[in-house]
Nanobody, 126 residues
Framework: VQLQASGGGLVQAGGSLRLSCAVSGRTFSNYAMGWFRQAPGKEREFVAA????????YYADSVKGRFTISRDNAKNTVYLQMNSLKPEDTAVYYC????????????????????WGQGTQVTVSS
């Protein structure tokens, strides 16, 4: 499975960005998907996850109400819409895929994910 993240960039505080992650190589709808991020000098942390059907989502408290994860199984793509961005959202954002047989499954632990994208940089200026 190959994951290609895109959409990062430089934005002012209060602005918006939409990240995309295109998945190839396997049946996309068999995978729950997640977004993680890693800020300079910090460990990678969970941001958001979505079930393989797209019916269930889960967010880190730090982004709840500002970020929205979604997926388009016809396009093999998962998205992260980020609104009201803050300087503390600055990080490299990674998408990840978690193979599962459970339609409602959502994972927030890195160890549960099988495949990772290369990351895309998001920088929020104050």
């Amino acid at each position: 499975v190959q994951l290609q993240a895109s959409g990062g960039g430089l934005v002012q505080a209060g602005g918006s960005l939409r990240l995309s992650c295109a998945v190839s190589g396997r049946t996309f709808s068999n995978y729950a998907m997640g977004w993680f991020r890693q800020a300079p000098g910090k460990e990678r942390e969970f941001v958001a996850a979505i079930s393989k059907s797209g019916d269930y989502t889960y967010y880190a408290d730090s982004v709840k109400g500002r970020f929205t994860i979604s997926r388009d199984n016809a396009k093999n793509t998962v998205y992260l819409q980020m609104n009201s961005l803050k300087p503390e959202d600055t990080a490299v954002y990674y998408c990840a895929a978690d193979h599962t047989t459970y339609s409602r499954y959502i994972g927030e632990l890195e160890l549960s994910y099988d495949y990772w994208g290369q990351g895309t940089q998001v920088t929020v200026s104050s």
